[in-house]
């Protein structure tokens, strides 16, 4: 099985900071694409920003110029640098991965727990 565990969220000032971590583990023989998405009772499921293995690098507009999807691929780990953190930013937190988990086999999308990230005005 493959596990991710994000960590990171919490409650911040707008202007504000924060940095999340998605990390990877279990039967992986190589991760394709990861990223975020983010979800609130009032707008829905947002993808936010995603990444390739070659780095590659897909961002909502919304965040455009604000965050940044680094990954490191020897750690199996992403991140979600987010500045100038916005209140309409608060949300629910899920990084994804798409994992090949034996040779030759299939993809299969995993996704982590979620974390809550607050922005306060």
């Known amino acids: 099985q493959v596990q991710l565990v994000e960590s990171g969220g919490g409650l911040v000032q707008a202007g504000g900071s924060l940095r999340l971590s998605c990390a990877a583990s279990?039967?992986?023989?190589?991760?394709?694409?990861m990223g975020w998405y983010r979800q609130t009772p009032g707008k829905g499921r947002e993808l936010v920003a995603a990444?390739?293995?070659?780095?590659?690098?897909n961002y909502a507009d919304s965040v455009k110029g604000r965050f940044t999807i680094p990954r490191d691929n020897a750690k199996n780990t992403m991140y979600l640098q987010m500045n100038s953190l916005k209140p309409e930013d608060t949300a629910v937190y899920y990084c994804?991965?798409?994992?090949?988990?034996?040779?030759?086999?299939?993809?299969?999308?995993?996704w982590g727990q979620g974390t809550q990230v607050t922005v306060s005005s």
């Open positions: 990444i390739t293995s070659g780095g590659r690098t």
């Open positions: 279990g039967s992986i023989v190589r991760i394709n694409a």
């Open positions: 994804y991965a798409d994992v090949i988990r034996a040779y030759g086999g299939r993809e299969y999308k995993y």
